[in-house]
């Protein structure tokens, strides 16, 4: 199971950068960019919420379920 965080996808159409957007989440810049380069282990559904409320998004606009090789075996 692989879960992919689309993160850069919808910064990139609501034309936001890391900065403005880590403002307006209230979250620091560098856990928001381990968020943006799919490196989070976890997230929290109050940061979730935030991140989706910035965007004008859902939280399926961001998350990304990809099946893994291992699991098609």
């Known amino acids: 199971m692989s879960i992919r965080i689309n993160l850069d996808v919808m910064m990139a159409k609501r034309k936001k950068g890391l900065t403005e957007l880590a403002g307006e989440v209230d979250i620091t810049l560098a856990?928001?960019?381990?968020?943006?380069?799919?490196?989070?282990?976890?997230?929290?559904?109050?940061?979730?919420?935030?991140?989706?409320?910035?965007?004008?998004?859902q939280p399926g606009d961001i998350l990304q379920y990809v099946e893994d090789e291992e699991d098609e075996k």
């Open 31 to 57: 856990n928001l960019s381990i968020l943006k380069n799919n490196k989070a282990k976890a997230v929290r559904l109050s940061t979730l919420n935030a991140i989706c409320r910035a965007l004008d998004c």
